[in-house]
Structure formats: C-alpha cells, structure tokens
C-alpha cells in the first residue's frame, strides 16, 4: 500500500519567515495530495490541495509543489504568523472510488513572535 | 456551514468491553471514513463506506471492528472487544461523490481510553 514520509518531525520559524514541509510518497498511482492542519484538540482541517496534472497550486500565503516523478511534493507557507503554529499532515490518495487518504507522521510547526 | 459531528467527545470503557462510536456526516455527502490517530502519531486509515457497504479496510481494520449507518444520518464504528492498543482518537469523516470536490471533512474526534 501507500506510504507517506514526512520531514522534519518539528520547525520552529521566526514570524514573518518561510517554512517548508516535505513528503513523498511510494505509490505511483496516487494522484491527489491534500494537507491538513490539526491545532492541539482539534479536528483536521484541509488548508489545500493538489492534483497530479498540475505541479504547484498557491492559495495566499500558502502554496503546495508537486514532483510526480521523484514522487515528493512540499508545503510552502510564507510571512508565517503565530496562528500558523500547529501539526501539519500531509496525505496521498487515489482518485478512485472512496479515495482513502494516507497521512504523513506530521510535522509540528512553531511560529516565534 | 455544515461539519461532520461525533459523539461522545470521549469515552472510557475497560479491556473486553464493547464501544459503538457515533458520527453524523454532513447530510449531502455519501463517503464515510473512519480513521484513528493514536496519540503523538499520524492518523491512520480504518475503513471506508459507500452505497451501505464497506468500500475499503486497512488492516487495523479487524473482525473486532464493524460498521454500519443504520439511518439515513448515521455512521458508527463498533469496537467488540477493546484492547488496550485501542486507546486513541477516531476520527469521522466525509466526502461529496464523485465528480464533486475531493475534500474529506473531518469531525473533531471521539478520544477512546481503554483501561
């Protein structure tokens, strides 16, 4: 089945800094990577999304580029801001049928005012 | 705008005894998933459903496990025989059908604790 590897497990930024987020995945099949971020008690919630037929989608401060080839895509998030702290996931699935998401570990980003 | 709700927030039970866990999906849609999130840890695939019958299973998706939307707005998720492994947080989740947006919405959670 698919596996998600995620890095790094914690980023802790600067506010008004960059942070990157990084996945791969393994089955080539899958064709649609999402990215939820989870506050501490909280439900996941979709922040964006991506297809395999583009490579980058962006959606204000927050952009997502995809490598079919080397099968890794990454989270941008720029001018980050202290809400922006929380888990990040990442997911994989194929669009077909129910298309079951397979996460990523997370990774914990921390935003320094 | 409408969220996928779950019942209880969280439940205690003891090893051996039998949890039924409750969501309601979001009245449109007509996927339903169950993940589960052991604490510190990614969420994990347990099953998925459409039509009134599981679509898919992971492994962790045992015979001690069973679904089923016995009403038009319901989808639960029984435990049979709880172990202690089976402490984590489930989450509920749906999605539109096909041709419509991929999102999955999650609900916030059922924390289970098995003693």
């Known amino acids: 089945g698919e596996n998600v590897e995620q890095h790094p497990s914690t980023l802790s930024v600067q506010e008004g800094d960059s942070a990157v987020i990084k996945c791969t995945y393994s089955?080539?099949?899958?064709?649609?990577f999402p990215w939820y971020k989870q506050e501490l008690g909280k439900r996941p919630q979709l922040i964006i999304d991506?297809?395999?037929?583009?490579g980058e989608k962006k959606d204000q401060r927050i952009a997502v580029t995809l490598n079919k080839t080397a099968k890794h895509f990454s989270l941008h998030i720029t001018e980050t801001q202290p809400e922006d702290s929380a888990v990040y996931f990442c997911?994989?699935?194929?669009?077909?049928?129910?298309?079951?998401?397979?996460f990523g570990t997370g990774t914990r980003l921390t935003v320094i005012p | 705008e409408p969220e996928v709700t779950q019942t209880p927030s969280h439940q205690v039970t003891q090893m051996g005894q039998e949890v039924i866990l409750r969501c309601v999906p979001i009245?449109?849609?007509?996927?339903f998933y169950w993940y589960r999130q052991i604490l510190g840890q990614k969420v994990e695939f347990l099953v998925s459903?459409?039509?009134?019958?599981?679509?898919?299973k992971s492994e962790i998706f045992d015979d001690q496990f069973s679904v089923e939307r016995p009403d038009g707005s319901n989808f639960t998720l029984k435990i049979r025989s709880t172990k202690l492994e089976d402490s984590a947080m489930y989450f509920c989740?749906?999605?539109?059908?096909?041709?419509?947006?991929?999102?999955?919405?999650f609900g916030p959670g059922t924390r289970l604790t098995v003693l």
């Open positions: 989740a749906s999605k539109p059908g096909r041709g419509k947006p991929d999102t999955q919405y």
């Open positions: 089955d080539s099949a899958s064709n649609y």
């Open positions: 991506i297809r395999s037929n583009v």
């Open positions: 997911a994989a699935s194929i669009l077909w049928g129910a298309n079951n998401l397979f």
């Open positions: 009245s449109n849609h007509l996927y």
């Open positions: 459903f459409y039509n009134n019958e599981i679509s898919e």
